[in-house]
């Protein structure tokens, strides 16, 4: 069992950067593959982040590679999405996930492919 907690959520103009966290508890985050979502008003929730158990890898939506970047502390048991370039576009509630991985080093982008899920943080970006 995990539980995760997000914050850093905020109001920024567009152009500005955020950095979202999630601090998880327990004592085996390091076998945790977590990524990050987001659901704008009226849409589903998609996928925009993820990294492996180790943070060797790394994957992006498209929509955003080039302008995010995820990182992990698993020291700190904390994920990380720094947020540059934002657009108004990015505005939606974020949510982090995790899941347990036994072995190997996968990029999970789906959904169902995630077990623990945060409450989420809203992210706003004026024009």
């Known amino acids: 069992q995990v539980q995760l907690v997000e914050s850093g959520g905020g109001l920024v103009q567009a152009g500005g950067s955020l950095r979202l966290s999630c601090a998880a508890s327990g004592r085996t985050f390091s076998r945790y593959a977590m990524g990050w979502f987001r659901q704008a008003p009226g849409k589903e929730r998609e996928f925009v982040a993820t990294?492996?158990?180790?943070?060797?890898?790394?994957y992006y939506a498209d929509s955003v590679k080039g302008r995010f970047t995820i990182s992990r502390d698993n020291a700190k048991n904390t994920v990380y999405l720094q947020m540059n370039s934002l657009k108004p576009e990015d505005t939606a509630v974020y949510y982090c996930?995790?899941?347990?991985?036994?072995?190997?080093?996968?990029?999970?982008?789906?959904?169902?492919?995630?077990?623990?899920w945060g409450q989420g943080t809203q992210v706003t970006v004026s024009s």
């Open positions: 996930a995790a899941r347990y991985v036994n072995s190997g080093s996968y990029h999970y982008t789906k959904r169902y492919e995630y077990s623990y």
């Open positions: 990294i492996t158990w180790s943070g060797g890898s790394t």
